[in-house]
């Protein structure tokens, strides 16, 4: 399959706001794809890459090439060269991969080139949802959507279950299943504005406190433990004192969600960046083991000893999951059976208000009556966590590809520091409306005093609302810290930057 025809494919689905038609256009280009190719093109279309990073930056990607006249870059011959640029390293290293993205670049047609800026740059926005890439799919084989759904959900893939589909039909659907040792997607939460918005909307349901911690998912078979984070990584060898504890469930086979955290020695959490570091970290894992603990904790229970669980109610897993594993490995939660109770109710904020006195992130609220669907956001479960924003002001902006081409789109952040200079705290395309990009592309343009090609640099004088869900350590960044998924809320045109956020507020929201 030719890249121009996933370049193609990619601009129907962003140009469509009608489901049916992006299914259409997702389905004939799964039926002229081969299996081999399948998990490529459903990476490409989901904007993402399949080598994750390759070392390329914007001060590559924006060098301009002359385009070729005919489209001949096949999907796998794309892949093999990420692969080849993902796998420079040493003396020389950038240039080497500045070579390769310019024989890359120089190959692909005026519209494969965008797509590729887009793909590679991580701006590649065209709609292809995984959702749809399943109902695509499913049209294209001839197969029930919730089978194929089911199938993507167990088999912890939409490529591999594309391209068993693209090679054998409906009848590969028997090959995905729930087994000890394959990891499925997780099950994800929606958002509620606050404990009694997610009550009204789930009714009897159970109130679970939402640590600040890593996702992982443990599979035990006997005395072979393996751990998977939410992202299907097996991160097993890292985390021995996981391993222990898994064994030491009453239980022989079983497959167990959970967060794994570290807490100081007063049991409240230590910082989210020390839990991601050394959960991250392959390096020195027995001297880490003893610097920094971490623990397990588990909130569901998908399978045990042969018996798959998906399928029943919360509150029969949860029966299954207190049978093996003693209390301190599991979340602490609330029933709410009656959540119209005014005793109930005032129950359930003061649960969440000492979750949060405790130092974690809030609570998650799930449908006592809600089955377990592995891969899905579903509405039975609704996450509740004080949103924290700060005004900031925008110190430059980068030039946006794909369908952000000729739009200033990745806002440069800054707090105030006390000398009125600004300290830059990270970035974000997050939040940004096709209008807001506009107007803040007309706006940014207005105060602009210097614009490489790759980022406009600004006055600092326009202020932006940003939300974000906490706060880590970086070097990377003047003040040290950095904001944990930050998106646009709006612009403040009616606040000075002399009013904005400070430095000084800003570590103090570390605690």
Same mark, same amino acid.
Request: proline fraction near 5%; glycine fraction near 10%; aromatic fraction near 4%.
């Given at each position: 399959m030719?890249l121009?025809d996933?370049?193609r494919i990619?601009r129907?689905v #962003?140009?469509?706001p009608?489901?049916?038609? @992006?299914t259409?256009?997702?389905?004939?280009?799964?039926?002229d794809a081969?299996p081999?190719e399948?998990?490529v093109?459903i990476?490409?279309?989901?904007g993402?890459?399949?080598q994750r990073?390759?070392?390329?930056g914007?001060?590559?990607?924006r060098?301009?090439?002359e385009?070729?006249?005919q489209p001949?870059?096949?999907?796998?011959g794309?892949?093999?060269?990420l692969?080849?640029i993902?796998?420079?390293?040493? @003396?020389g290293?950038?240039?080497?991969?500045r070579d390769?993205?310019?024989?890359?670049m120089?190959?692909?047609?005026e519209?494969?080139?965008s797509?590729?800026?887009?793909l590679?740059?991580?701006?590649?926005?065209?709609g292809?949802?995984? #959702?749809?890439?399943?109902?695509?799919l499913a049209a294209?084989?001839?197969?029930p959507a919730?089978?194929v759904? +089911?199938a993507?959900m167990l088999g912890?893939s939409?490529?591999a279950?594309a391209e068993?589909?693209l090679a054998?039909g409906?009848?590969?659907?028997?090959?995905?299943?729930l087994?000890?040792?394959?990891?499925?997607?997780?099950?994800?939460?929606h958002?509620?504005?606050d404990v009694?918005?997610?009550?009204?909307?789930l009714?009897?349901?159970?109130?679970e406190?939402?640590l600040d911690?890593?996702?992982?998912q443990?599979?035990?078979d006997?005395?072979?433990?393996?751990?998977? =984070?939410?992202t299907?990584?097996?991160?097993t060898?890292?985390?021995?004192e996981v391993?222990a504890?898994?064994?030491e469930?009453a239980v022989?086979?079983a497959?167990?969600?959970?967060e794994?955290?570290?807490?100081?020695?007063?049991?409240?959490?230590?910082?989210f960046?020390?839990?991601?570091?050394?959960?991250?970290?392959?390096?020195d894992?027995?001297?880490q083991?003893a =610097?920094?603990?971490?623990?397990?904790?588990f909130f569901?229970?998908?399978a045990v000893?042969g018996?798959?669980?998906?399928?029943?109610?919360t509150?029969? +897993?949860?029966?299954?999951?207190?049978?093996?594993?003693?209390?301190p490995r599991?979340?602490r939660?609330?029933?709410?059976?009656?959540?119209?109770?005014p005793?109930?109710?005032?129950?359930?904020?003061?649960f969440?208000?000492g979750?949060?006195?405790r130092?974690?992130e809030?609570?998650v609220?799930?449908?006592l009556?809600?089955p377990?669907r592995?891969?899905?956001?579903?509405?039975?479960?609704?996450?509740?966590?004080?949103?924290?924003?700060?005004d900031?002001?925008?110190?430059?902006a980068e030039?946006?590809?794909?369908r952000? =081409?000729?739009k200033?789109?990745?806002?440069?952040?800054?707090?105030r520091?006390?000398?009125g200079?600004?300290?830059?705290?990270? @970035?974000?395309? @997050?939040?940004?409306?096709?209008s807001?990009?506009?107007?803040?592309?007309?706006?940014l343009?207005s105060l602009?005093?210097?614009d490489d090609?790759?980022?406009v640099r600004?006055?600092?004088e326009l202020v932006v609302e940003?939300?974000f869900?906490?706060?880590q350590r970086s070097?990377r960044?003047?003040?040290?810290v950095?904001l944990?998924?930050?998106?646009?809320v709006?612009?403040?045109?009616?606040k000075?930057?002399?009013e904005s956020?400070?430095v000084?507020t800003?570590?103090?929201?570390?605690g």
């Amino acid at each position: 399959m030719l890249l121009a025809d996933v370049a193609r494919i990619s601009r129907e689905v #962003a140009g469509t706001p009608a489901r049916n038609e @992006k299914t259409a256009a997702l389905a004939r280009l799964f039926r002229d794809a081969q299996p081999s190719e399948a998990p490529v093109v459903i990476t490409y279309l989901a904007g993402r890459l399949p080598q994750r990073r390759i070392g390329v930056g914007w001060s590559t990607l924006r060098e301009r090439f002359e385009p070729a006249a005919q489209p001949r870059l096949t999907v796998l011959g794309v892949h093999a060269a990420l692969n080849r640029i993902a796998a420079v390293s040493g @003396k020389g290293a950038q240039a080497r991969r500045r070579d390769l993205i310019g024989e890359l670049m120089g190959a692909a047609t005026e519209p494969e080139q965008s797509f590729l800026l887009g793909l590679i740059g991580g701006e590649l926005r065209q709609g292809a949802l995984d #959702a749809l890439a399943v109902e695509g799919l499913a049209a294209a084989v001839g197969a029930p959507a919730d089978d194929v759904r +089911r199938a993507v959900m167990l088999g912890g893939s939409l490529g591999a279950v594309a391209e068993a589909l693209l090679a054998r039909g409906p009848d590969a659907l028997t090959d995905f299943r729930l087994e000890v040792g394959r990891p499925v997607l997780p099950m994800l939460a929606h958002s509620a504005k606050d404990v009694d918005d997610a009550l009204d909307r789930l009714g009897p349901c159970v109130l679970e406190e939402k640590l600040d911690g890593i996702r992982v998912q443990v599979h035990r078979d006997g005395d072979r433990v393996r751990i998977f =984070t939410r992202t299907l990584e097996d991160i097993t060898d890292r985390l021995p004192e996981v391993v222990a504890a898994a064994r030491e469930l009453a239980v022989d086979q079983a497959i167990l969600d959970g967060e794994v955290i570290a807490l100081d020695p007063a049991g409240r959490p230590r910082p989210f960046q020390e839990t991601a570091s050394r959960v991250g970290s392959r390096l020195d894992v027995e001297g880490q083991q003893a =610097t920094l603990p971490v623990s397990p904790v588990f909130f569901d229970l998908l399978a045990v000893d042969g018996r798959d669980l998906l399928q029943l109610a919360t509150t029969e +897993r949860h029966a299954e999951l207190a049978r093996i594993a003693p209390e301190p490995r599991r979340v602490r939660r609330m029933v709410a059976a009656e959540p119209g109770s005014p005793d109930v109710r005032r129950g359930a904020r003061e649960f969440a208000v000492g979750v949060l006195d405790r130092g974690h992130e809030g609570v998650v609220v799930k449908a006592l009556d809600a089955p377990y669907r592995a891969g899905r956001r579903g509405s039975a479960w609704l996450k509740v966590k004080p949103v924290h924003t700060l005004d900031l002001v925008v110190l430059g902006a980068e030039w946006g590809h794909g369908r952000r =081409t000729g739009k200033l789109s990745n806002l440069h952040l800054g707090a105030r520091r006390p000398d009125g200079s600004f300290a830059m705290l990270g @970035k974000t395309f @997050k939040g940004l409306t096709d209008s807001m990009l506009a107007w803040q592309t007309d706006h940014l343009r207005s105060l602009a005093t210097d614009d490489d090609g790759f980022v406009v640099r600004v006055r600092p004088e326009l202020v932006v609302e940003i939300a974000f869900d906490g706060l880590q350590r970086s070097t990377r960044y003047p003040a040290g810290v950095t904001l944990r998924f930050a998106r646009v809320v709006r612009f403040r045109e009616d606040k000075p930057a002399t009013e904005s956020d400070t430095v000084e507020t800003v570590l103090g929201l570390l605690g």
